[in-house]
């Protein structure tokens, strides 16, 4: 078997992964392989191609890859996919994009993350607060005072415009008919809360829904793609940091059996090949692809 090194560039469609790869391609990282990965549900068989007008590809031919090739797969399968015909073309180093095809065992994990809109981030919790009980004790306060004349009398003297006691003995059947509805809209009150059990429910960490598979990374690269992004994007990446840092986060959106391994993370913008953090994520991954140490 070949001793080939594989990083795996993820992301959402349009976040830049393609432009990632270029900038990798352009910075000498040998003879490399370039897999575009699709996934999809139901199919049974491996398909290998190069479509002529697969933009993808055609990027990364002209980036410098020695071999690039669309990988339609069902499920991730690492036997098939090492034993695929272009696993079987030399190369040094093997980059894939998009889906992957493999479960686990790519040397560095990428992600590249566009900027959040303006008032969204990579966290947010969701559950309910710990119940207080301070509702459930002021309905029983209220269904206490309405089992006694100088209760009523407290709570529905400006109501009624009664003198006192008197006049609440006078006008008793008023009196029970209020009585009897504050009872129905306390229940119909208590009935739409959610149970204790409900409230109790611990609050959990969870991600955005771009930023799905983040948390498997260990490098990031938020693509910065002007001025005005930049300050989001430093906000984004204090979040990604927290994805280790943070117990409760990690517990929560990494899982107990996750990587503690430090996530290196960058904002870039792409459009730039003299972007410092773009020169270090590109650094990055020259590390792991060629460094047998990594």
């Not at 990798?24 to 897999?35: F, K």
């Not at 919790?125 to 710990?130: A, C, K, L, V």
């Not at 504050?182 to 009150?189: H, L, P, S």
């Not at 009935?191 to 490098?219: D, M, V």
Request: charged residues 30%; hydrophobic residues 35%.
């Amino acid at each position: 078997m070949r001793n080939r090194r594989l990083a795996h560039v993820a992301g959402p469609s349009g976040s830049g992964k393609t432009a990632f790869i270029e900038h990798l391609l352009e910075a000498d990282l040998g003879i490399v392989t370039c897999v575009r990965g699709v996934q999809e549900s139901g199919l049974h068989k491996v398909q290998e191609s190069r479509p002529a007008k697969d933009g993808e590809l055609r990027r990364y031919a002209r980036a410098g890859a020695i071999t690039s090739i669309r990988y339609l797969f069902g499920k991730p399968d690492g036997d098939e996919f090492f034993v695929s015909n272009v696993m079987q073309e030399y190369s040094e180093a093997v980059v894939i994009e998009g889906d992957c095809p493999i479960e686990w065992g790519t040397d560095l994990p990428v992600f590249v993350a566009p900027v959040p809109a303006a008032g969204r981030r990579l966290l947010s919790r969701t559950g309910s607060s710990p119940a207080t009980g301070s509702g459930d004790a002021a309905w029983d306060e209220i269904l206490r005072a309405l089992e006694s004349p100088e209760g009523i009398i407290r709570l529905f003297k400006a109501q009624l415009g009664l003198p006192g006691l008197a006049g609440v003995i006078k006008n008793r059947e008023q009196v029970e008919a209020i009585r009897e509805s504050k009872k129905e809209q306390i229940e119909r009150e208590r009935s739409k809360r959610p149970s204790r059990q409900q409230q109790n429910k611990k609050k959990t960490w969870s991600l955005a829904e771009p930023y799905r598979g983040i948390q498997h990374a260990r490098l990031v690269i938020v693509n910065v793609r002007s001025a005005a992004e930049r300050k989001r994007g430093e906000k984004l990446l204090e979040d990604i940091g927290r994805l280790r840092s943070d117990e409760e986060v990690f517990r929560d959106v990494v899982g107990s059996r996750g990587s503690r391994t430090r996530i290196t993370a960058v904002a870039a913008d792409l459009s730039n090949p003299e972007d410092p953090g773009l020169k270090k994520a590109v650094a990055r991954v020259r590390r792991a692809l060629q460094d047998q140490s990594v």
